[in-house]
């Protein structure tokens, strides 16, 4: 039950490749004329649409654009914010430990 049962490996054997013997190749002494060349067909560029904003949805435009200004700039202040307070808790910290310090090796 616990056995793991395999699958039974495949029989494909690949063919040998067919080699080419060089001293019997025959070579053609007609010479083969080089087939006309057809011009490349050129491409046609499609005909563009241009985007007309009305003022409606300029002042949308702009309107999304200034929120989008105003999270950023709220969140990146936050994280200023956060990384100044955090600073200086730990100058507090680092002189609080400095003073202790000082007073147990003075022995007070």
Known sequence: MFKPKYPTPDTYTPAQPTVLDQSTAVVPTVPVA?????????PV????????????????LAAGGGA??????????????????TGVSVAVVAVVLRLLIRDMHKGR
């Open 34 to 42: 080089a087939p006309a060349t057809v011009p490349a067909p050129v």
């Open 45 to 60: 560029a499609p005909a563009r649409t241009t985007v007309q904003l009305t003022p409606g949805s300029a002042l949308a």
């Open 68 to 85: 989008v200004v105003l999270v950023v700039g709220t969140v990146l202040v936050s994280m200023l914010l956060a990384v100044a307070i």
